[in-house]
């Protein structure tokens, strides 16, 4: 024993203990009975013992190691596993009670520990670190998924409000060639070529800027006022100027990413020191070459975090201005359709599928600032 | 080694008197918003070939800004500048000139090879030459086998060594020294100052260095230039007569406390404390 119990699984244990005293549903409203006992359904009874065992015993002699923790890790895929199953196999689904909630709290309890045990995890071998650094998100996020997917089924929550993930994972594997076609037309056609487009042109306009001071003190307050509009506004007018297809969702796009960028790149073009400028006058090295070796390197970060912001803007400038008019296919032509006939299954199918492709790209864009500017002390590491 | 013989030696040494920069009634008044500030006034000054000619005296005296008049970074409000026999401007164009600043100014993202390579690159050599020039004035600084390194994972000491290798790369004649050793401790300091002693005796460059230490000064010049403030101007010109091969042990020799001792003179002399 470690001198002092631990909290999280003496919680753990209890609670487990009680939810199988505590009835497991109440009555169904027709019968009259009791939908389910804990006695009747093994798998589940099997789960809850399971956790007062490892919380008793963990209470008593701590969670010292990754080993020990990864034990009661295994413990608790377990115990959600036999509880999504004896909800859904069962009827328990609608009808949840304390007994079933006591045992959704011990799992918590006990999950919580042994994340926290594996978060603390530091070794010197790069794998297994790596390994622990990804383990804690994606448990975080599996968690979640969790007790949303419990919450909804076990208090019976109506789908139009919230389906559970299970439902949303069975429509979106259901509808791929629907969501690619609208991934093809939302995010390959209007958002990349938007987003490219919006951050190229305001790269450009920045070297313009810097290299003509007049542009700076005209062209910043104007882009600053573009920026500002409405994307409700101005998305209707660019249908009406460039159609309904792709070319007037990449035309809003233009103009949500293009003043981050531009306003970014000014600063990151003036972030190389006086020093490094003196440096670069004593070998007379002119505005192209200074521009080239010195105050683009320096920009970089600025630059980056401009593509990292615009990234995320691009996508939702896309979906947003799917609403004002599009041909039968797109992210948010399907989801503005999809709630009308109120297939929010379908609905929130479009929304994985955006928050998946937000966060490629943004993860895409990051990894390469990852690799280009490795110098910067945000990502150094001593070789 | 005596005095005598340091007389000696200065006697056998061939006196060359070409002037590398000749500047003549400099004066430079910055503007600013709470009034003219007078940087530098009426001096004269003449560096020969293969002089290291030390600019001494308080902060704000004005000796930084004079190194960067030489070096084009300034302009004068009057006098002549010549570098060369040109102009300031043209000098900087001709790439007259190696400078060494107070901090090493490397850039992050080049390894210190490239960044020896970078002066290389604007002036458009090729990748061979650059990749040897860079090898010679890293062996020169005793850097080579830090090609490949970062500069952020290099001492203070050896960054400041990899930007001195830097001015040296393109083999300019005239090396101007901001105060290169000014952040580094006392015992690396030192240890520069014997590398750059070598390197001057044995490159017969031209070196103009400002510090504000007076051993520093007395230890490596050949002349030093005494400055005070307000408005900067030179009070005093002294030559040393240290042979170019000298140790760290001439720092305990009578001559060398003498000069010390004249050089704290002048800056006493011109620095008025009751101000």
Redo the contacts between chains.
């Keep these: 024993m470690t001198g002092k119990i631990d909290k999280f699984c003496l919680v753990g244990a209890i609670a487990a203990l009680l939810a199988l005293i505590f009835p497991l549903t109440g009555a169904d409203p027709d019968t009259g009975k009791m939908v389910a006992f804990v006695g009747d359904i093994p798998g589940l009874a099997v789960a809850m013992a399971l956790c007062v065992i490892a919380g008793a015993v963990f209470t008593w002699y701590g969670v010292g190691n990754v080993a020990l923790a990864s034990m009661l890790l295994l413990v608790v895929i377990f115990g959600g596993w036999q509880a999504i199953v004896s909800l859904d196999d069962y009827g328990i689904g609608g009808h949840a009670r304390v007994g079933f909630w006591l045992f959704i709290l011990s799992l918590w309890a006990l999950v919580w520990r042994a994340i926290d045990v594996l978060a603390k995890y530091r070794t010197l071998e790069t794998g297994k670190q790596q390994a622990a650094h990804l383990l804690v998100p994606v448990a975080f996020g599996v968690w979640l998924l969790f007790v949303w997917q419990v919450v909804t089924v076990g208090f019976g929550v109506p789908q139009v409000l919230l389906p559970p993930p299970s439902m949303i994972a069975e429509r979106f594997t259901g509808s791929i060639p629907i969501l690619w076609a609208d991934f093809h037309q939302t995010f390959i056609k209007a958002v990349l070529s938007g987003y490219v487009m919006g951050c190229g042109s305001a790269f450009i306009v920045a070297i313009a800027v810097d290299r003509v001071p007049f542009l700076k003190r005209g062209l910043l307050p104007l882009g600053n006022m573009v920026s500002a509009l409405p994307i409700i506004g101005v998305a209707p007018i660019m249908v009406m100027w460039f159609g309904f297809d792709w070319q007037s969702k990449a035309a809003v796009i233009v103009i949500m990413t293009f003043f981050p960028m531009l306003v970014n790149t000014v600063t990151g073009l003036n972030a190389a020191?006086r020093?490094?400028k003196?440096?670069?006058?004593?070998?007379?090295?002119g505005y192209w070459?200074t521009l080239l070796?010195?105050r683009l390197?320096a920009a970089?970060p600025f630059i980056f975090n401009a593509l990292k912001i615009n990234s995320t803007l691009a996508l939702i400038g896309a979906i947003v201005a799917e609403f004002f008019g599009t041909p039968i296919v797109g992210m948010g032509f399907r989801i503005s359709t999809e709630v009308g006939r109120m297939n929010v299954d379908m609905v929130w199918a479009e929304i994985a599928l955006a928050a998946l492709a937000g966060t490629a790209f943004y993860g895409a864009v990051a990894l390469a600032e990852r690799k280009v500017?490795s110098?910067?002390?945000s990502f150094?590491v001593?070789? | 080694m005596t005095l005598k013989a340091v007389v000696n030696n200065v006697a056998q040494m061939p006196v060359s008197k070409d002037a590398v920069v000749d500047i003549q009634k400099l004066t430079l008044t910055f503007q600013t918003a709470d009034g003219p500030v007078y940087a530098l006034s009426d001096v004269d000054l003449t560096i020969n070939r293969g002089e290291f000619v030390s600019f001494i005296g308080p902060s704000g005296c004005g000796k930084t800004t004079l190194l960067r008049v030489i070096?084009?970074?300034e302009k004068a409000t009057s006098g002549d500048v010549s570098i060369n026999g040109v102009s300031a401007s043209e000098a900087?164009?001709?790439?007259a000139?190696?400078?060494v600043?107070?901090?090493p100014?490397l850039?992050?993202?080049r390894t210190i090879e490239r960044n020896v390579t970078?002066?290389l690159?604007?002036?458009e050599m090729t990748k061979a030459e650059r990749v040897k020039r860079a090898h010679d004035a890293l062996k020169l600084v005793e850097l080579n086998g830090f090609e490949k390194?970062?500069p952020?994972?290099l001492s203070g000491g050896m960054q400041q060594r990899a930007s001195i290798a830097r001015a040296l790369s393109f083999d300019a004649d005239l090396l101007l020294m901001d105060e290169p050793f000014g952040a580094l401790d006392e015992i690396v300091r030192d240890h520069l100052n014997e590398q750059l002693l070598k390197l001057w005796a044995r490159t017969n460059k031209t070196v103009a260095f400002v510090t504000h230490s007076i051993p520093e000064a007395v230890y490596l010049s050949s002349k030093i230039v005494v400055m005070s403030p307000r408005p900067g101007r030179i009070i005093d010109v002294i030559e040393t007569r240290f042979p170019k091969d000298r140790t760290l042990d001439i720092r305990e020799s009578p001559e060398f406390l003498e000069i010390a001792h004249r050089v704290r003179e002048g800056l006493r002399a011109g620095h008025s404390y009751d101000e």
């Design positions: 020191g020093l490094e003196d440096l670069m006058a004593t070998y007379a090295s070459s070796r010195l390197p970089l500017t110098w910067h002390p150094r001593r070789r | 070096a084009d970074l900087r164009q001709n790439r000139y190696g400078y600043f107070q901090a100014a850039l992050p993202w970078l002066p690159e604007i002036m390194k970062f952020w994972q």
